[in-house]
T-cell receptor, first 117, second 112 residues
Framework: AQSVAQPEDQVNVAEGNPLTVKCTYS??????LFWYVQYPNRGLQFLLK??????LVKGSYGFEAEFNKSQTSFHLKKPSALVSDSALYFC???????????????FGGGTRVLVKP | DAGITQSPRYKITETGRQVTLMCHQT?????MFWYRQDLGHGLRLIYY???????DKGEVPDGYVVSRSKTENFPLTLESATRSQTSVYFC???????????FGPGTRLTVT
């Protein structure tokens, strides 16, 4: 079975400071990894993904994520957080089971980010 | 306007009633998905579909029924709603060969 863990329910950071949201995964084969963001009363928005290639992936809104195969991690980072980055962040891994296997995602429990002015 | 839409956005229903949540996408994506979002559980997959007339169970399918007679629509029906089905429901779609999913705005369902 494939799974994703986000060990922190909430991350608090001061505006202008670096932001890191942690994610670890477990898959049987090569992982496809994703980060999504959810603002209040909205659906999830795609931030970035890792499929193959460079371990450092750049995405929307200045976010990036580093794939680390040996540590089975895919942490989300932003060098300088903004108050507007306050939201719920989800890590996800692509699931390979079932007929729609190629596109199924398994999500972590989410991490709430609060950026204080 | 193109994209993925859900209706209704908010719904209150009584225990035992049947309720259908609608999902419509204008991209002609092959894949469509239904998730529920609950505190402490993140997003859990209810049902998914690889194409019209092809559906399969996800992680938490009990109490739900889906159909996909047309590529663009993927309705989710609660045959006899229970309080435990109070949740926020998200529909998503994905194109063939594309790994990212695109989410609708969600439906907040309350079962009293």
């Amino acid at each position: 079975a494939q799974s994703v863990a986000q060990p922190e329910d909430q991350v608090n950071v001061a505006e202008g400071n670096p932001l890191t949201v942690k994610c670890t995964y477990s898959v049987s084969g090569n992982p496809y990894l994703f980060w999504y963001v959810q603002y209040p009363n909205r659906g999830l928005q795609f931030l970035l993904k890792y499929i193959t290639g460079d371990n450092l992936v750049k995405g929307s809104y200045g976010f990036e994520a580093e794939f680390n195969k040996s540590q089975t991690s895919f942490h989300l980072k932003k060098p300088s957080a903004l108050v507007s980055d306050s939201a719920l962040y989800f890590c996800a891994v692509r699931d390979i089971r079932g007929r729609a296997a190629g596109n199924k995602l398994t999500f972590g429990g989410g991490t709430r980010v609060l950026v204080k002015p | 306007d193109a994209g993925i839409t859900q209706s209704p956005r908010y719904k209150i229903t009584e225990t035992g009633r049947q309720v259908t949540l609608m999902c419509h996408q204008t991209w002609s994506h092959s894949y469509m998905f239904w998730y529920r979002q609950d505190l402490g559980h993140g997003l859990r997959l209810i049902y998914y579909s690889a194409a019209a007339d092809i559906t399969d169970k996800g992680e938490v399918p009990d109490g739900y029924v889906v159909s996909r007679s047309k590529t663009e629509n993927f309705p989710l029906t609660l045959e006899s709603a229970t309080r435990s089905q109070t949740s926020v429901y998200f529909c998503a779609s994905s194109a063939q060969g594309q790994s990212s999913q695109y989410f609708g705005p969600g439906t907040r369902l309350t079962v009293t």
